[in-house]
């Protein structure tokens, strides 16, 4: 069974940090290209950062740049999304999922999601 398993969300004070984990099973993880998604309550899923499989390269959406950095370990089939300076904005259900190696931003082309991890920014 395929499987996706997201951990380290909770709840954080603005400016502070968290470290999101994705724990995914053999076949899922090789020559995947890997996303971090999120929704927030009565908004649609929006893209957070992506990794590619080969290179490894990297992509963000504008309202995370420089505050988050996407990583992956392919010996431990593992990604992590560091997230720094966190917002209140930043509060959502965020979504791990497995796509194309070359690591779209589109979340339609994903074909693996986990169960997601809430983050919650508020003092």
């Known amino acids: 069974q395929v499987q996706l398993v997201e951990s380290g969300g909770g709840l954080v004070q603005p400016g502070g940090s968290l470290r999101l984990s994705c724990a995914a099973s053999g076949r899922t993880f090789s020559n995947r290209g890997m996303g971090w998604f999120r929704q927030a309550p009565g908004k649609e899923r929006e893209f957070v950062a992506t990794?590619?499989?080969?290179?490894?390269?990297?992509y963000y959406a504008d309202s995370v740049k420089g505050r988050f950095t996407i990583s992956r370990d392919n010996a431990k089939n593992t990604v992590f999304l560091q997230m720094n300076s966190l917002k209140p904005e930043d509060t959502a259900v965020y979504y791990c999922?497995?796509?194309?190696?070359?690591?779209?931003?589109?979340?339609?082309?994903?074909?693996?999601w986990g169960q997601g991890t809430q983050v919650t920014v508020s003092s």
């Open positions: 999922a497995a796509g194309p190696p070359m690591a779209p931003v589109n979340g339609d082309e994903y074909d693996y």
């Open positions: 990794i590619s499989w080969s290179s490894g390269r990297t």
